[in-house]
């Protein structure tokens, strides 16, 4: 018979278990990772762009619109490059990245009214060389949506009559010294474009592969193609800097517009604090417990109905009493869930969105607004899109069994700037790794014992994480015999 298994109770579904090394929970040295986190009893939570897996809170976002939503799209592309440029012309070639797409932007953003008549202007030529109207009932009438891959294309293929119209615009009134030279892909040739794509959909290839699949690694290729000869001509530039700011208008815009649709456009910022079930996967230990130097903290849930939740304060918005948080499992799945990205445009007020996407210039409503008429169907929808979208992570990562706490806001603003508080009574108990110093323990021992003093708290709980050779696993006993006299 092998060893008995420890029962500690924390294999109950009520913890969360949070890896942190040493620093983080008792060093005041936040430049190295120390930000005292029991003392302070706080959790910090993090922007998804600084987690280690790079497709955080990506979706397999669609465009599916008729003829007014893509007549619309190439006016607001026009608009996001007219506001991208004048940041391209004021910054220095090395703070080129401070240069901001604006995908949020509609023509009341402009500062004023000779601006909204220089992208009138700007627009109106742009619109006229590519036929836009025309393309537009072209790319309503096609059989398969565009994916992110098929957009980029046709947007770098109508990027240099954008970048023509815009420049003779700028130079007409005296705020750049010259037009810009570039290549302009006649209006004929990018209608044949995306006549190919749906003449694949008619005469489906050979290969054991769904059409959609083959439109989009067309579309991958020919951005890929583009990115490697950026790459030629950035590493023969004498002058790196100043090629990396003329590619960035150049070439890189499309890519940075369909980026900033994705990230500004669907639903508010957001940040995540990340827990996992359970704390016995040694894989855990070594990546977020600092090699298993570090320490496990267990903290409490509370139930309602079907659900758990946990209360923390200091969220922008809330009061003082803090705002139950919704305990929320990563799905684990192999493609992100899909987003019909010109149906979630859910950071413009109604009016704004009506007025940008879904009606015309003269006033013609999309097909698909009908689908957005009932206001709290549709943000209930919306909403629950927006936390799939930040609670799904690869098979890859199946291993870390996780859970999150996800904060974000109908306002525009970083929801969680700073690291947000807990009550200490949340804190069930922490667990020291199997490589954690005796000094380390101590200190954390003392820490908690001065909060347990302080609120009258007897029941604080530590457990010792250690390898069972009989069972041939990680397992956590409890040290009963640590324990504080109140």
């Not at 109950?12 to 278990?17: A, D, E, P, R």
């Not at 001509?233 to 960035?248: C, G, N, P, Q, Y």
């Not at 910022?269 to 359970?278: E, G, I």
């Not at 320490?295 to 309602?304: G, K």
Request: proline share 5%; glycine share 6%; charged share 30%.
């Amino acid at each position: 018979m092998g060893e008995p298994k420890n029962t500690t109770g924390l294999e109950n579904s009520n913890f969360l278990f949070r890896f942190r090394s040493a620093e983080a929970l008792l060093n005041d040295d936040p430049a190295n990772g120390g930000f005292e986190e029991i003392e302070r009893q706080t959790i910090y939570f993090a922007q998804p762009e600084t987690l280690n897996d790079p497709m955080e809170g990506i979706t397999d976002a669609f465009w599916d619109g008729d003829a007014v939503l893509w007549e619309n799209l190439f006016r607001h592309y026009a608009l996001s490059l007219l506001w991208y440029t004048s940041g391209w012309l004021v910054f220095d070639a090395e703070e080129i990245s401070e240069a901001k797409v604006g995908a949020a932007l509609t023509t009341e953003s402009l500062p004023t009214d000779a601006v909204r008549d220089h992208y009138h202007e700007f627009v109106s030529g742009f619109c006229s060389e590519i036929r836009s109207k025309e393309l537009a009932g072209v790319l309503g009438q096609r059989t398969v949506p565009l994916r992110r891959e098929r957009l980029v294309s046709l947007l770098s293929l109508v990027h240099g009559s954008a970048l023509h119209h815009l420049f003779k615009v700028l130079h007409r009134h005296g705020m750049y010294p010259s037009e810009l030279p570039t290549h302009v892909v006649p209006a004929d040739q990018v209608r044949l474009f995306v006549d190919a794509w749906e003449a694949l959909v008619r005469e489906p290839p050979t290969e054991e592969m769904p059409v959609e699949h083959v439109l989009e690694i067309v579309g991958r290729t020919m951005n890929r193609v583009n990115h490697q000869l950026e790459l030629g001509m950035l590493s023969r530039a004498d002058d790196k800097d100043r090629a990396r700011k003329w590619i960035a208008l150049l070439a890189r815009f499309p890519d940075a517009y369909v980026d900033a649709f994705l990230s500004d456009l669907h639903f508010p910022p957001w940040r995540v604090a990340c827990f996992s079930r359970r704390c016995v996967n040694a894989s855990m230990w070594g990546t977020y417990g600092h090699e298993h130097r570090g320490a496990a903290l267990v903290f409490r849930t509370h139930q309602y109905d079907e659900k758990r939740f946990f209360r923390l304060q200091g969220m922008a918005g809330q009061g003082s009493q803090g705002h139950e948080l919704e305990v929320r499992p990563v799905r684990y799945r192999d493609r992100p869930p899909p987003l019909d990205s010109f149906l979630e445009i859910g950071v413009l007020p109604r009016a704004k969105l009506e007025a940008t996407w879904m009606k015309s210039e003269a006033g013609v409503p999309s097909t698909r607004l009908a689908e957005i008429a009932d206001t709290d169907a549709w943000r209930k929808a919306h909403w629950k899109k927006a936390f799939e979208r930040a609670t799904w992570k690869h098979p890859d990562w199946k291993h870390e069994d996780e859970l999150r706490l996800i904060v974000s806001s109908v306002f525009r603003g970083d929801p969680a700037p700073a690291p947000l508080t807990y009550d200490f009574q949340q804190l069930e108990g922490i667990v020291f790794g199997m490589r954690m110093k005796t000094e380390d323990k101590l200190r954390i021992a003392q820490v908690v014992e001065k909060k347990c003093r302080t609120e009258g708290r007897s029941d604080f709980r530590f457990f010792q994480a250690h390898y069972s050779a009989q069972r041939g696993e990680m397992e956590v006993d409890e040290l009963t015999l640590l324990e504080f006299k109140v």
